[in-house]
């Protein structure tokens, strides 16, 4: 069995600590949120849903890395705007074999965690369609239970690569492996870039935003605009019709309320500017109007404004 911590256990790190927990494995959980990390330790991690419905005891649960030690697999599971502390954290549990996972919505945290630790030791992950929420302290649901993407940020050896991938196989998630990276996080880029968005400003779910009309006119002016800058960037996306995969994956979730909008209803930071915010900043690099996706991003962060600090 291999030791893993997961920085950053929200809903999605709660997920793969309860199933890789489940399969045997040494499982340590870090989280910001200390009734969430006491309640962990006190009665357990309850995971509900397309997994089944489980409640497992962890190795450690709490706020900070200290007194975990080596480990075998860290993930990072954080926001994309905590991935700079949480990678600080990280440092202390990193030893000569490690693999550490970024797993974020949207652009650039793979590089922001390469600026603290060895690039060659870190792995981008990429997950969708498990549509996870925390139901309470200690307690998650997730509506699907789709694949694990993830490849090399550099230098990583395959055979670290695919040790990894076995902690996550072991413990049932399905896998594959991506030597192009960057389609990799393109092809879940342009699902998120049409539902994260329209759901944070709409308040609908997923299907909800697919039936709307008025609501799925905005998701796919987001969608276009984000693939046609993935193709003035050069990235081929190997979906077959773009708009047809983003269809077909949203509607195996139709009750998913995306994480964007999960923060938002709560009166919390969402990942806007990692998600949709990406679009028109590539966008103007590269002579793409996004004129969508920066209405968008506008709406989502003048309501954020108004958020408690």
């Known amino acids: 069995m291999s030791t893993v911590a997961i920085v950053g256990c929200g809903a999605m790190g709660s997920v793969y600590a309860a199933l890789m927990a489940s399969a045997g494995h040494e499982v340590h959980a870090v989280t910001l949120w200390p009734d969430h990390a006491e309640a962990m330790r006190t009665k357990g991690l309850r995971v509900e849903g397309a997994s089944g419905d489980r409640t497992v005891q962890l190795a450690s649960a709490g706020t900070t890395t200290d007194a975990i030690g080596t480990c075998d697999l860290v993930i990072i599971a954080t926001k994309a705007f905590d991935v700079e502390a949480a990678a600080r954290s990280c440092v202390s549990l990193i030893g000569p ?3 550490v996972q970024t797993i974020q919505n949207g652009l650039g945290s793979p590089e922001i965690a390469a600026s603290i630790l060895d690039k060659d030791k870190i792995a981008v992950g990429v997950v969708g369609g498990f549509g996870a929420s925390m139901r309470g302290p200690g307690h998650v649901h997730h509506n699907g239970l789709e ?19 076995k902690i996550w196989e072991h413990s049932g998630f399905k896998v594959h492996l991506f030597d192009d990276v960057q389609r990799m996080v393109w092809e879940k880029l342009i699902m998120n870039v049409t539902f994260s968005g329209t759901t944070c400003v709409t308040g609908l779910t997923i299907g909800g935003v697919m039936a709307d ?4 006119q905005v998701a796919l002016g987001c969608a276009t605009e984000a693939i046609a800058v993935a193709e003035a960037i050069g990235v081929v996306l190997d979906v077959g019709d773009p708009i047809e995969h983003i269809r077909k994956l949203g509607g195996k979730i139709p009750d ?20 949709n915010g990406s679009i028109p900043r590539l966008g103007k690099q590269y002579g793409v109007p996004t004129p969508i996706n920066e209405t968008v991003v506008a709406i989502i962060k003048a309501r954020e404004a108004g958020f408690a600090a």
Not at 152 to 162: D, F, I, M, S, V
Not at 213 to 216: D, F, M
């Open 97 to 99: 074999e490690t693999v």
């Open 147 to 165: 694949m694990i993407r993830f490849g090399a940020l550099a230098g990583l050896p395959l055979r670290r690569l695919q040790a990894a991938a």
């Open 213 to 216: 009309p008025n609501a799925w």
């Open 256 to 275: 998913a309320r995306p994480s964007m909008l999960l923060d938002h209803s709560a009166g919390r930071r969402g990942e806007v500017d990692a998600i």
